[in-house]
């Protein structure tokens, strides 16, 4: 065993381990974990949820591969330390440390937190105010740059007070230059302030006391000003996903991980364009990974985790161009290596689950799908363009294959969704049942999960209302009255956990007096029911004057300044709207990987371009 | 030429420092990755054939070291036991070392169904009281025949007899420090299983040790073995016996 290095907590700590639950969550020195030498500039990465979630998390992982490999720079981890610890550790008076050498992450350099969803704000502060550091960004004069990364820089204006400086879009290129700026920071004897400023002009990062925003009378956003020198939009960053063929050695955890597996990215991106979901917009343009990358990736890393599982993961896998020739290639492997072979993420059609269902290890397990809307019209309007027929085939497909198990995602509060579109969830799900035991198969066991859509923003339904509580409970209501019978399971979301995500979701800057008000009176882990109380939020509401209806109900103009207008995509908000005028008339759009271009701005605005390894079929 | 049966690699470790922090799923996944990592030819259970086949020694609780835990990984080819150790050793990580490997024949009881008796010292604090009281505890402990002590379990708590689960116990000494080290040999596995804590809680109220005792005290398992009459024999050479051909 190393010894630890200087400024260790570790033995404030390890009287605490026998007195919470799973104490390997802080323990570090995992399989892989990285030997950190002392000195240089010191980057630590969090995640805000616990360990078995943020360990999964693909891009941390990256990340902090990336920095390990800077000469002169070294990266270590933080999760967010569960309430049995959290409160140890506060009894205790022993800071927030990285797992890796158990130093303050107050000690660092640079501390970076993964933004995930609207639903970690809470903890998000909890890991500032662990770590001992103001929670304010105006208030910090010394430590280290707190700085936000991952897709909830999409709209981070909620706790941009919180933060020193946000990055944009894809991490790779830009944490090496963020430590690069901070490393000469630091042998010049730069002021905080100056490396601050610095790091503000690299490309993609947004520091959001550069920009000033003005409300009118209405409470709408009147302008967002940039500061003398700052650009008038910060503009997310791409890299090029062949050159950045990381992870090369994941962190195997010692506990079971949500993610329990070897994931390997085939593209990034995703141009099928429904129109509700936020990643199929704000990671474009389609970029995929060659075929012989995926499997040497494979290959190397199979032997050094020892993980019984692949998964080839993208937002879409069965989208990806190669992927036949690359499941065929990674199939072998695996028998070879006694693994199993996933594809997550699957598009609900016969070819797919045929493809699914020859991977090595496939038998048995069940299957996951996403027909997202009871009623072809209502899948018109999100321009989910799959047919009754591609569920046929899939389902009957699945069963076939020896798999009995089958999940449907469905949303409810979709734009121009009536009581019929949700009542027709279960007919559906009957007819797809009665399908295959007219071909003579023993029905499957269907779980039907339904979730709550929340607009969000980058995407064509930014500009639409909430929908309220009652209406959303009566579709529960609906649901649970239909969506019954033998083998026929159905789960569904607190719509107050939906309400808090979706109002965080669109917020600008005032917000964070809410979300400040809730960690106050002890809001932790929102996104954990078991912890989520809504009565604490509302309390928030009244303490701080917010009027929540303003966020969730409003019926937004075609032109109104949004709180994310300064941060950029790459998508055209002529685009955006134009597909949202399609939606309610229910026009489709095409996917421009079969060659036509729909001008969503992207390639243009980034000056990137789809890269498919394959050609589409 | 020889025609080889299944064979089994029967493999002593250590769990020290920080790896008693792990529970015994964790510990046992650990091994079993290890063991892929390592590319150990193993045998694979089950339709999907990714569930390896292995059997373990009886559990640790969280916060336990031991000089001897055990695992048995079920083999599909030959590996010398030197070349095993190494490759393992290679992929374990610290704290978990291999302190020796064995061969043995598919015939042979896994260590699983094997194993009976542990041996532990407990070292307690220094607070925790004089070694002479603990001593008179120790000798009182044994004159009885019946120990009662109150078993709770997440599901139910019952009344159990610990004395016969307890084979020898002494107290052995003082450490520089003046912590009291305590011995025992316990059952531990196919005959029932008496924990080291639960027979220091009952010395504990008998010298009526102050609270908070328990924060420093440390448990080390010693040993793990089978009983055969009045001997207690290692796994190991249970494994020096040539399989049945």
């Avoid at chain 1, 083998?487 to 400040?516: F, P, Q, T, Y």
């Avoid at chain 1, 989520?532 to 019926?555: I, Q």
Wanted: net charge negative.
């Amino acid at each position: 065993m190393k010894a630890e290095l200087p400024g260790s907590v570790w033995e404030e700590l390890e009287p605490l381990l026998l007195r919470v639950q799973r104490p390997s969550r802080y323990l570090g020195g995992e399989w892989n974990a990285p030997d950190i030498e002392p000195g240089g500039t010191t980057v630590v990465l969090a995640y805000p949820d616990i360990y078995e979630i943020g360990i999964s998390n693909l891009g941390l992982a990256i990340l902090q591969e990336v920095v390990n490999d800077i000469e002169g720079a070294s990266c270590e981890r933080v999760y967010s330390p569960w309430v049995d610890m959290e409160k140890e550790m506060r009894d205790a008076g022993v800071p927030l440390f990285s797992l890796e050498t158990h130093r303050p992450v107050s000690d660092f350099d640079i501390f970076g937190i993964s933004i995930p969803h609207e639903l970690t704000f809470t903890n998000i502060l909890n890991l500032i105010d662990m770590a001992h550091l103001p929670l304010m960004a105006v208030d910090r004069k010394e430590g280290p740059l707190v700085v936000g990364g991952g897709c909830g820089t999409a709209n981070p204006e909620p706790i941009a007070d919180f933060f020193d400086i946000f990055v944009l879009g894809e991490g790779e290129e830009a944490i090496g230059s963020l430590v690069e700026v901070v490393s000469r920071g630091r042998s010049l004897g730069w002021t905080r302030e100056k490396t601050l400023s610095e790091a503000s002009a690299l490309p993609g990062v947004y520091r959001p006391s550069d920009y000033v925003v003005e409300y009118a009378e209405s409470g709408a956003i009147e302008a967002i000003s940039p500061a003398a020198g700052a650009a008038s939009k910060v503009r997310k960053n791409l890299v090029d996903l062949d050159r950045w063929l990381y992870p090369e050695h994941p962190i195997i955890p010692f506990c079971e991980a949500v993610h329990d597996r070897l994931n390997v990215e085939v593209f990034r991106g995703c141009t099928r364009g429904c129109r509700f979901c936020q990643a199929g917009m704000i990671y474009r343009p389609v970029r995929e990974r060659s075929a012989t990358s995926v499997v040497r990736m494979v290959e190397n890393l199979s032997g050094r985790t020892g993980h019984e599982e692949v998964s080839l993961c993208s937002l879409s896998s069965t989208d990806y161009t190669m992927v036949e020739e690359v499941s065929g290639r990674v199939s072998q492997i695996c028998k070879d290596r006694h693994m199993a072979l996933s594809l997550p993420s699957l598009r609900m059609d016969g070819l797919s689950v045929e493809l699914v269902s020859g991977l090595a290890g496939s038998r048995g397990g069940g299957l996951t799908f996403a027909p997202e809307a009871g009623t072809e019209r209502l899948r018109g309007v999100i321009n989910k363009q799959i047919s009754e027929t591609d569920m046929a085939e899939a389902v009957i497909g699945t069963v076939r294959a020896g798999r009995r198990r089958i999940k449907l995602y469905f949303m409810i509060g979709l734009p121009t969704e009536t009581e019929k579109d949700v009542e027709e969830i279960s007919r559906l799900v009957f007819r797809l049942r009665d399908m295959v035991r007219r071909k003579g198969l023993p029905p499957p066991a269907l779980n039907i999960s339904v979730s709550t859509f929340v607009p969000k923003p980058h995407t064509p339904f930014q500009w639409v209302t909430q929908e309220g509580p009652e209406s959303i409970e009566l579709k529960q209501r609906i649901l649970k009255e239909t969506v019954r019978g033998r083998g026929i399971n159905l789960s569904w979301h607190d719509c107050h956990m939906s309400l808090v995500e979706s109002l965080l979701a669109r917020g600008d800057r005032r917000l964070a007096a809410v979300v400040k008000h809730v960690w106050e009176n002890g809001g932790r882990f929102d996104s954990w029911s078991e912890h989520f109380e809504f009565s604490r939020w509302e309390k928030a509401y009244h303490e701080t004057s917010t009027d929540p209806d303003f966020y969730l109900y409003r019926e937004r103009a075609e032109n109104e300044v949004f709180p994310w207008d300064h941060l950029d995509f790459g998508l055209d908000r002529e685009f955006l709207f134009n597909e949202y005028r399609l939606a309610t008339g229910g026009g489709l759009s095409a996917d421009c990987r079969g060659g036509e271009c729909l001008e969503c701005g992207v390639c243009r605005n980034l000056e990137a371009e789809l890269t498919l390894k394959g050609s589409w079929r | 030429m020889i025609v080889l049966e299944p064979l089994r690699l029967r493999v002593q470790l250590t769990k020290r420092g920080r790896m008693r922090y792990l529970s015994h799923a964790e510990y046992s996944r650990t091994l079993m990755l290890a063991a892929r990592r390592a590319g150990l030819p193993l045998q694979y259970a089950g339709m999907n054939s990714q569930r390896m086949k292995v059997s373990l020694s009886p559990p640790l609780a969280i916060g336990v070291t031991s000089e001897c835990e055990f695992v048995d990984y079920f083999l599909s080819d030959y590996v010398s036991p030197g070349e095993a150790a190494q490759v393992l050793g290679r992929s374990l990580p610290p704290g978990i070392e291999v302190v020796s490997c064995r061969l043995m024949g598919s015939g042979a009881k896994s260590v699983g169904k094997l194993i009976d008796t542990a041996e532990y010292t407990v070292t307690l604090p220094f607070q925790a009281g004089f070694e002479g009281d603990w001593g008179k505890a120790v000798q009182e402990f044994m004159r009885k025949d019946t120990v009662n002590f109150e078993r709770v379990q997440p599901r139910r708590t019952r009344v159990v007899n610990l004395r016969p689960g307890v084979h020898r116990l002494e107290v052995v000494g003082t450490d520089p420090e003046g912590s009291v080290r305590i011995q025992m040999v316990l059952d531990d596995g196919t005959r029932g299983t008496v924990k080291p804590s639960e027979v220091v809680q009952v010395l504990a109220e008998s010298v009526k040790a102050p609270a908070g005792y328990r924060e420093g005290c440390r448990v080390n398992r010693e040993g793990l073995y089978v009983r055969r009459g009045d001997r207690l024999v290692s796994p190991l050479e249970l494994a020096r016996r040539r399989p049945a051909v």
